[in-house]
């Protein structure tokens, strides 16, 4: 016990001998931390926007060929006839996309046109209560605003709004907000707004923007979103409606709702492997960093290993001490280093702060115990090379080397 | 007298540990910096290379780019009134309809992970529009053929766009295009697309429109005036300068720059932090060799700059070796989608002189401040003290 207690003494002493090499090893340890917190915390949202998707069981149908190419309206039908009873197959909604933008503003609005009566039922992550879900119904000109949206642009419940659809008709139509609430797991960008006002705009005013002769400008739909009742129908009915439509003018490419995104993400930079690389990377310096710091203090106190190891201190108990000296370095700064911004964006104005993608960037307690734990890590290998030098060493060696 | 450059370099191999560990931090945080920086340099400069200002880009108004916008052959008949668009050598106008859709092809790599690759319908009159436009191999498409011919940037990113390749284009993708030849474009934008003849994909694609027009302005015609006129009641389109259009989705570029900023600015702290440590060690182990060096006639001043410069060589040297580890980035082809027209770009990373010269006063930073401290404690060395203490 009262051995144990001298080698605390001696551990803090060794700590506090030199304090500003002390701090600055924390800080040049808490920095990288600090980095690898920030890009965890953004792949761990795009991996949570993700399980949130694969949660909610959906289907999302697209045209075989490509994104891009549009599918007929009338394909809702013939999908809601594969399960007439709706006990497996619980809704179809159809999507447009119709982007927009107010005019004379350049930033862009991402709006998608969706089919009312099922939205409601295929999108609970929307959180929309029975009186939204009651006034979409009612209102056409109803939309449902994301909510950092409606903070971006001041829109509130009740609004009425105006913005051209980035595609024909190209005019500015008339929205009413119903809702801008959050909702855990909801996309906070994009807006809804129905498809029936959208294709109604759309017929009224084909000569006005020019629909080309022989293009159909309405009953056409971006994608299909469906929403099944277990993970075996998703599986069942993935096949079921590629099936339906297979040798039909148009084909369709049915993968569930976690792939399709996944496939918008991985376009966007790559995100989440090159921030993987950065994350790794910063762990690299701050290996590096703490080593220096190490193989320091071990050069200066050569003498003293020397002496220990002469009055018959074993090489393992040396090893430990520079293994302990090290590691309480580095939790100082993985302590610092994930407690800055876990305070930072959970309790300061940089809460409301958006990245792309994700939004809100959402610091977690245990990705900040998961640092912790890697800077402890740090600290094992940092100190791993001047630990086994000390233990190592040889009396005579040591004392001889002094000046 | 100031110390000789040699003694700085003797002390630097003398700590051979510390001085490699420190290297290497500044090593990769200049690493660090120059490759994000090389992402921005390679979108900024595959849209600078695209467009010429001669030429003005026409869209329906209200449509953000061309893959939303959609001109009918009445909107078109009304641009050929434009003044100041320039003629061939036939007294054709360069008048260049296109048609622009997307198809989705799998990476050459990343498990053939998807993209949104652009898809051009062009007429002959195109290349006479677009002058840049160079063949690399093979030969332009004959019109009517179902041929198609692909940038560079394309073929190498994406899959089966080599000469010889086929894709299958159209609304259903049941044609089947060969590709018959491979162009550069400066290295533009334009690069990253496929072309292939408008009449077919017009029929392929069941969209009876175009997407855009582009205009080729005669050498001394005011681009102005034709916006102007292109804009009002005679035509209401929008018309925008080629180079304005692109100039415009560049946008996504800029976050990346503050990316870089903030990331490298925190890992620059962290990175004057760890050589102050080992300055400061340096100074500490050799007091008195300092007071010695004051004591034969070395003033202050000599002591400090010796100390700032033993730092800003480990940094200077550190960032050329960073730099040089970026350098197996330059040249590597990465592809991002744009949100605005939906389509990914192609592009190189770039390592320029501009991001060298960042990287570099980066590294200078991190060496000067991180010095600074421990260099002022050795000029401040109490002579007598050290020698005693020794």
Not at chain 1, 155 to 175: A, C, M, Q, T
Request: net charge neutral; charged share 20%; proline share 5%.
């Amino acid at each position: 016990m009262f051995f144990r207690m001298l080698r605390l003494i001696y551990l803090y002493k060794n700590l506090t001998r030199n304090i500003l090499r002390t701090i600055l090893t924390c800080a040049a340890v808490a920095l990288p931390i600090t980095i690898f917190v920030l890009s965890t915390s953004v792949i761990d949202g795009i991996q949570g926007f993700l399980d949130n998707s694969a949660k909610q069981l959906r289907l999302a149908v697209t045209h075989r060929a490509s994104v891009v190419n549009p599918l007929p309206y009338g394909y809702r039908a013939k999908i809601e006839s594969l399960d007439p009873t709706r006990t497996r197959l619980l809704s179809v909604c159809g999507m447009r996309w119709i982007g927009g933008k107010i005019e004379n503003d350049p930033r862009p609005l991402s709006t998608l046109a969706a089919d009312h009566d099922t939205f409601a039922a295929t999108f609970p992550e929307q959180g929309l209560t029975d009186e939204e879900i009651e006034l979409f119904k009612r209102d056409r000109q109803a939309i449902l605003v994301g909510p950092s949206t409606a903070g971006e642009f001041r829109w509130k419940v009740g609004d009425r709004i105006n913005f051209r659809p980035s595609v024909p008709p190209y005019h500015p139509l008339e929205f009413h907000v119903v809702c801008t609430s959050e909702f855990p797991n909801k996309d906070p960008v994009t807006n809804f707004c129905r498809l029936d006002y959208f294709e109604e705009e759309l017929k009224r005013t084909a000569p006005e923007w020019g629909n080309p002769e022989g293009m159909q400008p309405t009953g056409w739909v971006s994608f299909f979103f469906v929403k099944c009742a277990t993970r075996a129908d998703l599986d069942y009915f993935r096949v079921a409606i590629d099936d339906l439509f297979a040798n039909s003018p148009d084909e369709t490419k049915t993968q569930d709702e976690k792939t399709f995104i996944n496939e918008f993400i991985n376009q966007l930079f790559n995100l989440p492997r090159n921030l993987t690389i950065l994350a790794i990377v910063t762990i690299f310096v701050a290996i590096m960093a703490a080593a220096n710091t190490m193989s320091m203090n071990l050069r200066d106190r050569m003498n003293e290993v020397a002496v220990l190891k002469s009055v018959g201190f074993p090489g393992a108990q040396i090893f430990t001490l520079v293994q302990t000296e090290s590691l309480i370095l580095c939790a100082i700064g993985g302590v610092l280093g994930a407690a800055a911004p876990y305070i930072a964006f959970n309790h300061t104005p940089l809460k409301d702060f958006t990245v792309p993608l994700i939004q809100h960037l959402d610091v977690r307690w245990f990705v900040c115990l998961k640092s912790l734990m890697i800077a402890l890590v740090v600290g094992v290998l940092a100190a791993a090379w001047p630990a086994i030098a000390a233990a190592r060493m040889t009396v005579i060696g040591a004392l001889r080397a002094l000046e | 007298m100031p110390l000789p450059l040699y003694y700085n370099w003797r002390n630097l191999v003398r700590r051979r540990m510390s001085t490699a560990l420190t290297f290497v931090v500044v090593a990769v945080v200049v690493f660090v910096l120059s490759a994000l920086l090389a992402f921005a340099a390679g979108i900024s400069a595959s849209l600078a290379a695209t467009g010429s200002s001669r030429n003005i880009l026409v869209l329906k108004p209200g449509a953000t780019a061309e893959s939303t916008s959609l001109l009918v052959p009445d909107e078109v008949a009304r641009l050929h009134q434009t003044p100041g668009v320039a003629r061939d050598a036939d007294g054709n106008l360069l008048l260049s309809q296109e048609l622009c859709i997307q198809t989705s092809i799998p990476r050459r790599e990343q498990h053939g992970a998807l993209a949104n690759v652009a898809v051009r319908g062009v007429d002959e009159v195109a290349f006479k529009v677009h002058p840049e436009i160079q063949w690399v191999e093979g030969r332009m498409f004959r019109p009517g053929a179902m041929e198609v011919v692909v940038g560079e940037a394309a073929r190498d990113r994406y899959a089966n766009l080599e000469l010889g390749g086929t894709i299958e284009l159209g609304r259903l993708a049941n044609r089947s295009f060969t590709v018959v030849g491979i162009f550069e474009a400066a290295g533009g934008a334009l690069e990253s697309e496929i072309w292939g003849p408008r009449t077919l994909f017009v029929d392929a694609y069941g969209r009876y429109f175009n997407s855009s027009v582009a205009l080729r302005l005669a050498e001394n015609a005011d681009a102005e005036e034709a916006i102007k006129y292109i804009n009002g009641p005679a035509v209401e389109l929008e018309a925008k300068r080629e180079t304005d259009y692109y100039k415009d989705l560049s946008t996504k570029t800029r976050e990346i720059v503050i990316l870089a900023v903030v990331l490298v600015g925190i890992m620059g702290i962290g990175a004057v932090f760890a050589v102050a440590n080992t300055m400061f060690a340096a100074v500490d182990g050799r007091r008195r060799e300092i007071a010695m060096l004051r004591t034969i006639g070395f003033g202050r001043t000599a002591i400090l700059t010796a100390f700032l410069i033993e730092s800003t060589l480990i940094c200077t040297v550190a960032c050329s070796l960073g730099l040089a580890a970026s350098l197996f980035l330059n040249g590597s082809r990465q592809d991002f989608l744009s949100d605005t027209t939906w389509t990914v770009l192609a592009y190189e990373l770039r390592v320029t002189p501009g991001i060298a010269a960042s990287a570099l006063i980066v590294a200078l930073f991190v060496g000067v401040i991180g010095a600074v401290a421990p260099a002022v404690r050795a000029s401040r060395i109490r002579v007598i003290e050290a020698l005693r203490k020794a």
